[in-house]
């Protein structure tokens, strides 16, 4: 299939990219940051016709759906959007280090997926599967998970930046722009990702019901996927009225993610109605 065949090329660039970015970092060149934006941009237009033609495939082998029903599609999904989020941040702010955290979870998410225990066939669709709800549900998940974990790199840059000391020689951590940039997009990332997250959960609600009769069955997936949804609700209550900043929201923010991870796969091994997704 020649969208499996673009998508291996796909995950070694966004490596590719990613050694950009990181030289960028470590010499402080500009040049490889342009060349970053410039690799990672073709990249994700080469992504973007990679789910266009398993999209237009799936109707040729006349089992058309959305390419976001199994584990490799929406591992691939999750790459996608991942970058697309990340290069509208970089276009509004200007600066091309966050670059350097996010595209290693494009790639690492792309490696996964090319992993031989993980299935690139396309498979008709199960029953429960066969709904219009499909395509808001997995996109309102997905580019929320995606939001969080924009959200995780910025809190992880915001730690390594309190390593710098005055004085500092290293350019590294020179070109990690200040904690109150880094805490703000961070408190954006999320807030924007609990909206989303928030709709997912609503449409897969609707969806639960016409498929299995219940809105919610407390499936080992909706039961994280609300875990998940409480613990940035806290974060975003922690930084309104608490006026939580700094070190305490990049904690609550990698804790979030991690249970987003888990939320994406450990449920996965655990039986329940979301069983479908481990292939």
């Known amino acids: 299939?020649?969208?499996?065949?673009?998508?291996?090329y796909v995950t070694y660039i966004y490596f590719i990219s990613f050694m950009f970015y990181l030289m960028m970092m470590i010499m402080g060149k500009?040049?490889?940051?342009?060349?970053?934006?410039?690799?990672?941009?073709?990249?994700?237009?080469?992504?973007?016709v990679?789910?266009?033609?398993?999209?237009?495939?799936?109707?040729?082998?006349?089992?058309?759906?959305?390419?976001?029903?199994?584990?490799?599609e929406s591992l691939i999904?999750?790459?996608?959007t991942i970058i697309l989020l990340y290069m509208i941040v970089e276009w509004r702010t200007k600066n091309k280090s966050l670059g350097a955290f996010v595209t290693p979870l494009a790639f690492l998410a792309m490696a996964y997926a090319s992993s031989p225990?993980?299935?690139?066939?396309?498979?008709p669709l199960i029953p429960a599967l066969k709904s219009n709800w499909l395509i808001a549900h997995v996109i309102t998940c997905f580019f929320g998970y995606s939001a969080f974990g924009l959200a995780f790199a910025l809190s992880i840059m915001f730690l390594v930046k309190r390593l710098e000391k005055p004085g500092s020689r290293s350019v590294f951590l020179r070109l990690i722009p200040g904690g109150h940039l880094l805490d703000d997009l961070s408190y954006q990332m999320v807030a924007i990702g609990f909206l989303l997250l928030?709709?997912?959960?609503?449409?897969?609600?609707?969806?639960?019901?016409?498929?299995?009769?219940?809105?919610?069955?407390?499936?080992?997936?909706?039961?994280?996927?609300?875990?998940?949804?409480?613990?940035?609700?806290?974060f975003i209550h922690s930084r309104m009225m608490r006026g939580w900043r700094g070190k305490k929201l990049a904690i609550l923010s990698i804790v979030g993610f991690s249970c987003v991870l888990f939320t994406?796969?450990?449920?996965?091994?655990?039986a329940g109605l979301h069983s479908y997704a481990q292939s």
Request: glycine fraction near 8%.
């Open 1 to 8: 299939m020649i969208n499996t065949e673009i998508l291996k």
């Open 198 to 234: 928030t709709l997912g959960i609503i449409t897969g609600a609707v969806w639960a019901h016409s498929a299995w009769g219940s809105y919610w069955t407390w499936d080992p997936k909706e039961t994280w996927s609300l875990i998940t949804w409480l613990v940035y609700a806290a």
């Open 50 to 72: 990679a789910v266009i033609f398993r999209w237009i495939e799936s109707y040729d082998l006349g089992i058309g759906h959305a390419p976001l029903s199994n584990l490799y």
């Open 77 to 80: 999904f999750f790459a996608w």
């Open 264 to 270: 994406y796969f450990g449920v996965n091994y655990l």
């Open 117 to 123: 225990q993980i299935s690139n066939s396309i498979q």
């Open 30 to 48: 500009e040049v490889f940051g342009r060349i970053a934006t410039y690799v990672t941009l073709g990249n994700l237009a080469a992504h973007t």
